[in-house]
C-alpha cells in the first residue's frame, strides 16, 4: 500500500513539473516574439508583372502593386500589408522636397513626365508588438536620408536609403512607407499593347447582311490596327474586310460564328466574340387593340380600379407574337421618364397630371424574329414607333401610333410596348347606379318633429381629391357630357 502511494506522489511530480515547463516555454516564447520593437523593414513585390509602363493606367498598375506587395521576413509575423491602403502616388515637387499626391480613379495613363512612388501601408499585427522609437518621431512626412543612424528598409532585397520616406499614423499602429516606383520612378515608354476590346458582343445577324464593328487596342503602339478573322462559316461569302466589317453570306446556313480581332502590333493581345445568324421568318406588323371605351381612364376612378380592367380588354393580332398578360398592365410615367407599375388594390385616385401607358409584354413564338429594322437596336432600350413607321409600322386599334414607345431584346426575344392611354369622357347617367343615399330610415310618429340627416354619396365627389371644390365647373365642362 505505501508503495502505491509513493508511485502516484511520483506520479504527480512529474506531471506537475511537465506543466510548469510548458507554461515556461510558452511565455518565454511570447517574450522573445514581442521582445525588441520593429526597427529594419524588408518589403517586396513583383516588379515584372507591376510593370510601370506608359501603356497601362495607373489604376492598373495600383491595382498590380495591391496584389504583391508584402512583408518579408523576419517582421512578417509582427506586421503586414494592408493592400487596400497601398497606393501608387507621385511626387509633385523636386526631390528632395516631397509632396505625395493620388492617382484618384486611376483613369489616366500612366505619364512618363511623373516621378512615381509607391507607398507600402504596413500595419502592426498585434498590439503586443510595436515599431522604434525613430518610426514613431516621424509624425509627418519624413525623407530616410534626414534621419542621423535610422534602420533600413529594403524593397526586393535592395536597401533603400534614398527616394524613401516614411510616416507614422497617430495612433502609432501603422507605418506608410514611400519608394520610389522602380527605383527610378519613371514610366518605361516601351511600346505596348495591353488589350483589345470589341464593343459589341453576342450579336445577332442576318444572312446577307454586314455590320461595322467598333473596337479599340489599348496600350501606347502606334500601330491601332487589328487583323480580323472568322470561323464556324459555312459560306466563302461570310468574311471580314481589314476595318472590321462583317459580312454573311445569303447562303450562310451555320447559327453561330467565332470572331477574332487580333492586334496587329502584338498578336498575342486579341479578343473573341461570338455571333449569331438568325434564320428565323420575320413577324408581321406589331399591331394590338386596347378597349378604350371599357378601360375609361378618367379621375372618378381610382388607379387600381383602371388595372384590374386592363387585362381584359387588351389583345395582340400580330402573327408570329404571343402577348404574356401576367407582365402586362397599367403604369404611369413620372417627371423623370421613370415607369410605375400599378396594381389593382391602388386605391389613389387617377391623376390628370400624368402620363398613363398600357404596357403589352410580348414574345416572340418559335420560329419567329421582328423585322430587320430591329436588329440594330439596343436591348432594353425604349424607342419612339415612329423610329419604324417606314419600315414596320406599330398599330393601335388598326391605326399607326406613333407616340407608342418600344423595346426589344433580341437575346431573350421579349417586346415590351409602352401604349399612351387617353382621359376619356363620362356621362352622368352613367354614374346613376353608383349614387347611394344613406342615413334615412323609417321612423314612428311621435306627435314631435323627427329630423333625418341622409348622406348622398357618388363618384362626383371623388373630383375634389384631385381640384379644390370651386375647380369642379372646370372638370365637368372638360369631362362630363351632359346628358
Known amino acids: ?14 506531471l506537475l513539473s511537465v506543466l510548469l515547463m510548458l507554461q515556461f516555454i510558452q511565455n518565454g516564447a511570447s517574450k522573445v516574439e514581442a521582445a525588441g520593437p520593429i526597427t529594419d523593414i524588408k518589403l517586396k513585390y513583383d516588379v515584372s508583372s507591376v510593370d510601370l509602363n506608359t501603356a497601362w493606367t495607373e489604376g492598373e498598375v495600383q491595382n498590380r502593386f495591391r496584389d504583391k506587395a508584402k512583408v518579408e ?75 542621423p543612424g535610422h534602420p533600413d528598409i529594403y524593397i526586393n532585397d ?98 453561330n460564328l467565332t470572331c ?14 461570338g455571333i449569331h445568324i438568325n434564320h428565323k421568318e420575320d413577324t408581321e406588323d406589331i399591331a394590338v387593340d386596347v378597349d378604350k371605351d371599357n378601360i375609361c381612364l378618367h379621375p372618378i376612378y381610382t388607379q387600381g380600379e383602371i388595372a384590374s380592367k386592363i387585362k381584359d380588354n387588351i389583345n395582340i393580332n400580330s402573327f408570329g407574337l404571343i402577348l404574356e398578360l401576367n407582365n402586362s398592365g397599367l403604369l404611369y410615367k413620372d417627371t423623370n421618364g421613370k415607369f410605375h407599375v400599378i396594381n389593382d388594390t391602388d386605391s389613389e385616385i387617377v391623376n390628370p397630371d400624368r402620363e398613363y401607358f398600357v404596357r403589352f409584354s410580348l414574345y416572340l413564338d418559335d420560329g419567329y424574329t421582328l423585322p430587320s429594322c430591329y436588329d440594330n437596336i439596343k436591348s432594353n432600350v425604349l424607342y419612339p414607333a415612329s423610329n419604324f413607321k417606314n419600315d414596320s409600322p406599330i398599330k393601335v386599334n388598326e391605326a399607326i401610333s406613333d407616340n407608342s414607345l418600344i423595346s426589344y431584346s433580341q437575346m431573350s ?50 373630383l375634389t381629391h384631385v381640384k379644390e371644390l370651386n375647380h369642379i365647373q372646370e372638370y365637368n365642362s372638360y369631362y362630363f357630357q351632359h346628358q
Not at 512578417?76 to 528632395?96: E, F, G, H, R
Not at 459555312?234 to 474586310?241: G, I, L, Q, R
Open 73 to 147: 521576413s523576419p517582421y512578417s509575423t509582427k506586421c503586414k500589408i494592408d493592400p487596400l491602403n497601398c497606393w501608387l502616388m507621385y511626387n509633385q515637387a523636386v526631390y528632395p522636397t516631397f509632396y505625395p499626391y493620388g492617382i484618384y480613379d486611376g483613369s489616366s495613363q500612366v505619364s512618363s513626365d511623373k516621378s512615381y512612388y509607391f507607398c507600402f501601408n504596413v500595419q502592426l499585427t498585434d498590439s503586443i508588438y510595436d515599431f522604434c522609437d525613430v518610426w514613431k518621431s516621424c509624425k509627418e512626412v519624413t525623407c530616410l536620408d534626414d534621419i
Open 158 to 255: 535592395i536597401r533603400m536609403p534614398q527616394f524613401t520616406f516614411v510616416k507614422i499614423s497617430n495612433d502609432g499602429t501603422r507605418l506608410d512607407i514611400y519608394i520610389r516606383a522602380f527605383y527610378g520612378g519613371k514610366a518605361d515608354t516601351t511600346e505596348k499593347v495591353t488589350g483589345v476590346t470589341v464593343d459589341e458582343d453576342m450579336k445577332t445577324m442576318r444572312p446577307g447582311m454586314s455590320h461595322q464593328f467598333n473596337y479599340t487596342v489599348k496600350g501606347n503602339s502606334t500601330d491601332k490596327t487589328c487583323d480580323w478573322s472568322v470561323m464556324g462559316a459555312n459560306s466563302s461569302d461570310t468574311y471580314f474586310d481589314p476595318d472590321g466589317k462583317l459580312y454573311v453570306g445569303e447562303d450562310e446556313t451555320s447559327d
Open 260 to 273: 477574332i480581332a487580333q492586334s496587329h502590333f502584338d498578336s498575342t493581345k486579341q479578343y473573341v466574340f
Open 413 to 462: 426575344g421579349t417586346v415590351k410596348l409602352y401604349v399612351p392611354l387617353e382621359f376619356g369622357c363620362v356621362s352622368l347617367r352613367d354614374l346613376d347606379n353608383e349614387l347611394t343615399i344613406t342615413g334615412i330610415a323609417d321612423k314612428v310618429y311621435t306627435g314631435k318633429k323627427i329630423i333625418q340627416y341622409p348622406k348622398i354619396n357618388t363618384r362626383i365627389l371623388q
Open 1 to 14: 500500500m505505501i508503495f502505491k502511494v509513493k508511485r502516484i506522489q511520483k506520479a504527480l511530480c512529474i
